[in-house]
């Protein structure tokens, strides 16, 4: 496992043609960056290298190959002491390392904004009203923040880390633009039902979030979040 | 205000570091993403001898989409249009971003080898190259010549 893990380290994403970022495996074997799967799995949803077909729910259960936050590999970058988060659901999502790497920078040059190609598509971080609108979709945008590393998140980019999680593993979810007035509203409204769960037994609040996990996503499957299949 | 994405530094460093042989493909100064492209007529082709200007873009989702590619010499072959619009699969449904500038030139340059006037863009010359092949290379050569020869 380390071998593997050590001697993805070296080789480099056929798509982003850098070092692995979180390696992802597609059922037909080959690895790619996990944002460079979903941009392939989301747009042409075929294989980069061999064309074979990605199944429409890959994207639910990736098979991550590295659960390490992959700080080793963005070493041309010196932005440890801020990260940059966008809001998801019921919390927030740290940005992979590479975008947090482009945002510091353009921050710290004092643009105004950030232009990220991310997972195939391209978003706009706008610093001073701290949102993410996707370019192609103005209605898609998320809420963003500069924080300390140290802040409570989901995950990295879609990748969720329990910290108390069972064995290491680790889930992804798909990147959701929220248009604010709506999901999260319905985002405080879960995360208030946790709440009023938490004095009671851990195990039920665990199956309580599950749930509400479950049925949030397959409702946000249905009303679906690939581009190009229409705006809301 | 738009940093170049990482991977389109990385293709060009190695464009101009490692460049591939009969092909050259520089960026333009004000545009990192425009290039100017010049391909060598493939040897043993109608196309030998000839220097082909092209031009290549990069749109803003590249890799997720296809560079756009265009031949600015006139050149005479069932594939290429009289505005130099290449018929190539890799450049339209069967783009896939784990191809490069370079992979994308190098099949251009394979193209100008092996015309295929069964999947025609200039239809009055894939006609001409199934009827009278040897005429159309005739062609070919004299379009070369004409028009991909004087620097």
């Known amino acids: 496992m380390v071998d593997v893990q050590d001697e993805l380290r070296e080789q480099a994403c056929g798509v982003c043609l850098e070092k692995y970022n979180h390696p992802t495996k597609l059922p037909c074997g080959h690895i790619f960056c996990f944002l460079c799967v979903k941009g392939i799995a989301i747009q042409s949803k075929k294989c980069a290298m061999c064309r074979t077909e990605i199944p429409h729910d890959y994207l639910n259960n990736p098979v991550l190959l590295d659960n390490i936050p992959c700080e080793k590999n963005s070493t041309d970058c010196r932005t440890h002491d801020y ?3 966008y809001e998801g659901r019921n919390g927030w999502w740290k940005y992979d390392e590479r975008s947090n790497c ?4 353009a921050f710290i040059r004092g643009d105004k904004q950030c232009k990220l190609l991310l997972a195939g598509a391209l978003y706009h971080v706008d610093f001073e009203k701290n949102l993410q609108v996707r370019q192609n979709d103005q209605t898609r945008r998320r809420r963003v923040r500069r924080d300390t590393p140290t802040l409570p998140s989901k995950g990295i980019a879609g990748i969720k880390t329990n910290s108390e999680n069972l064995g290491g593993e680790i889930e992804a979810e798909l990147h959701r633009e929220h248009s604010e007035n709506t999901e999260n509203n319905e985002e405080i409204l879960v995360s208030e039902d946790l709440n ?9 609040s665990e199956i309580v979030h599950t ?3 479950i049925t949030l996503r397959t409702q946000e499957e249905t009303a679906s979040d690939l581009p190009d299949t229409g705006n809301r | 205000m738009a940093a170049l994405p990482r991977r389109i530094i990385k293709e060009t460093q190695r464009l101009m570091q ?5 092909i050259s493909a520089v960026p333009s100064e004000t545009n990192a993403r425009y290039f100017h492209v010049i391909v060598t007529g493939p040897e043993d082709s109608p196309f030998e001898g000839g220097l082909f200007k092209l031009e290549l873009f990069l749109p803003e989702d590249y890799p997720m989409s296809a560079p756009k590619v265009r031949f600015i010499t006139k050149i005479y072959h069932p594939n290429i249009d009289r505005l130099g619009r290449i018929c190539l699969d890799i450049l339209k449904d069967k783009w896939s971003p784990a191809l490069q500038i370079r992979t994308v030139l190098l099949s251009i340059q394979a193209l100008l080898s092996a015309p295929n006037p069964d999947d025609p863009l200039a239809n009055d010359v894939a006609e001409l190259w199934k009827v009278n092949e040897s005429e159309a290379i005739r062609n070919a050569k004299e379009w070369t010549r004409r028009y991909a020869m004087d620097n």
């Not at chain 1, 482009?102 to 920078?105: G, I, S």
């Open chain 2, 18 to 22: 490692e460049p591939v042989p009969g």
């Open chain 1, 211 to 213: 749930l509400s996990d």
């Open chain 1, 83 to 85: 990260q940059w988060y």
């Open chain 1, 102 to 105: 482009d945002l510091e920078a």
């Open chain 1, 196 to 204: 009023a769960n938490a004095s009671e037994e851990d195990l039920i």
